[in-house]
């Protein structure tokens, strides 16, 4: 009786010292997600945001729902990438510079 | 000697008159008029398919894809687009609630493709022919068709069946800073590489126009607009330009931007002046 | 003192096995990456219309349907005694021409480091 009280007890704790370490990367997958969606709506300020990105971000927020913390953070880092490329595409080629191939 | 010297005062002349066009060109290609652009770009054609010509365009990838033209040409004897214009017939007789016509806001209709895009002075934009007929249905109370599928396809195939013959003449008018600066604008859009695939417009339907991408004959810009609303088999409907205008941006990754936004509207009106001068043969039907 | 030194351990031991058993969901994908040789996998990722897709612009042996964009890719150890320029300019076609019809794979991650890796060693391999 005792022992079942303390291994209960024992396994309790466990478990919530690991959603407590859990919790934080909750945080982090949250901030990664937001950082990300900034990068995407910065690349679409000049036009240049990409098909997937507002996808990816999506996803990454679902699967942060589920408690898949390394998973939404690496889908919000891939977005925030994409953001960035995609913000940098356009940005240079912000003059515009005719093809080589036609001729005036 | 004598002979020598003639060759090098020639030389000379050359260079100077080649650095001469390499300075016009440097400065040109930034400023270039829109119809220096039409003309950098029909003579790129010309040059890329010798013996076709200009007027061909109007038929699209089939003025150089002759084996494709075949099945087109076949299809084309009935031509899956013809329920559209039927039903667009209707939609351009029967009267609003109001009682009201199309024909009250476009008294020239319904032969009147010819005069879309335009700059409106008023609105400050380009009006397209799907806005325009839009606007009509909403002053008259009316809702709003969608601007990709559905009915409106039936209204502008009709207007275009109506409209063949009649020629491309979109007009940038002098004096309209607005409506340069919206071609420009256009234009830039045409040539900016966009998405994870990092195409621009230019780079399939200019600069690998006649090429194959998979199994897909590439189509030369020119010509790109004079057929439209078009039935394609992909779809198995009656599509509007900016529903392709999607399309062409999705398959590079890009984010497509709204339908009739400022974006396509402006794109249109360069896109279409590039046309100028070729005959409107639509509504089309293409693979 | 001694219970609670043991109590302690336990609900660390606890705590890790808890731990552990969350630990497959999150590391799913790391079992698929064993099949078939660098080569034929990276065949399989040129092929992809969704990932390479280098046969919508070359010819490549063994390739269906493919477009006439670009250069058959042939002879590649010829054309590219050295693998690293090779991939290089898989990673970044705009680097040797700045107006290429060639997706940047590698800049724009279209496809992975190690996805280029192996598509460049099959592409080497032609």
């Known amino acids: 009786m005792k022992l079942a009280i303390k291994l209960l007890l024992i396994v309790v704790l466990g478990f919530t010292s690991t959603v407590i370490l859990a919790a934080a990367s909750d945080k982090a997958a949250q901030d990664a997600i937001a950082a990300a969606d900034q990068a995407r709506k910065k690349a679409a300020s000049v036009k240049g945001e990409w098909r997937d990105t507002g996808k990816i971000i999506k996803q990454a927020e679902q699967t942060r729902k589920k408690g898949d913390f390394d998973k939404a953070i690496k889908l919000a880092n891939k977005a925030e990438r994409q953001g960035k490329y995609g913000y940098e595409q356009a940005m240079s080629q912000q003059t515009l510079k005719m093809p080589s191939y036609l001729k005036y | 000697m004598k002979k020598i010297l003639v060759k090098t005062k020639i030389q000379k002349l050359t260079a100077c008159l080649l650095l001469a066009g390499m300075a016009f060109t440097a400065v040109s290609s930034v400023f270039a008029s829109p119809e220096q652009d039409r003309k950098s770009i029909i003579e790129y054609f010309e040059t890329r398919f010798v013996g076709i010509p200009l007027s061909e365009y109007a038929n699209g990838v089939y003025a150089y894809d002759t084996v494709g033209r075949e099945s087109w040409e076949a299809i084309e004897e009935f031509p899956p687009y013809e329920i559209a214009i039927e039903k667009g017939q209707t939609m351009w007789e029967t009267p609003f609630a109001n009682g009201k016509t199309y024909k009250d806001c476009f008294p020239d209709g319904p032969a009147f493709a010819d005069q879309y895009p335009r700059w409106d002075k008023k609105q400050a934009k380009v009006v397209t022919l799907p806005l325009a007929i839009n606007q009509c249905r909403e002053a008259n109370g009316e809702k709003p068709l969608k601007y990709k599928k559905g009915s409106i396809n039936d209204i502008l195939a009709y207007i275009a069946y109506e409209s063949r013959g009649k020629k491309t003449h979109v007009v940038i008018p002098e004096g309209e800073p607005g409506a340069l600066a919206a071609y420009e604008d256009g234009k830039k859009f045409f040539f900016t590489r966009r998405g994870q695939l990092n195409f621009s417009c230019a780079t399939c339907h200019i600069q690998n126009a006649g090429n194959r991408i998979r199994s897909d004959n590439l189509s030369p810009a020119l010509g790109h607009t004079t057929h439209f609303p078009v039935y394609r088999s992909k779809w198995g409907a009656v599509g509007t330009l900016h529903r392709r205008f999607t399309g062409c941006n999705k398959q590079v990754r890009a984010k497509p931007f709204k339908a009739q936004g400022e974006e396509y509207r402006n794109l249109e009106y360069f896109l279409t002046y590039l046309s100028n001068g070729l005959e409107l043969n639509g509504p089309g039907s293409r693979k | ?126």
């Open chain 3, 1 to 126: 003192m001694v219970k609670t030194i043991r109590g302690l351990t336990l609900s660390g031991v606890a705590m890790l096995l808890t731990t552990a058993l969350m630990l497959p969901a999150i590391q799913t994908h790391a079992a698929d990456a064993v099949k078939g040789s660098n080569i034929e996998q990276g065949k399989e990722l040129a092929f992809s219309r969704k990932k390479g897709n280098c046969l919508a612009c070359h010819m490549i042996k063994d390739g269906v349907s493919p477009g006439n964009i670009a250069p058959p890719l042939v002879m590649m150890k010829s054309r590219f005694p050295d693998k690293n320029v090779l991939r290089a300019q898989i990673w970044d076609a705009s680097k040797r021409n700045p107006e290429t019809a060639m997706p940047l794979f590698g800049k724009y991650e279209v496809l992975t480091e190690s996805e280029l890796d192996k598509v460049t060693d099959f592409i080497y391999s032609l």
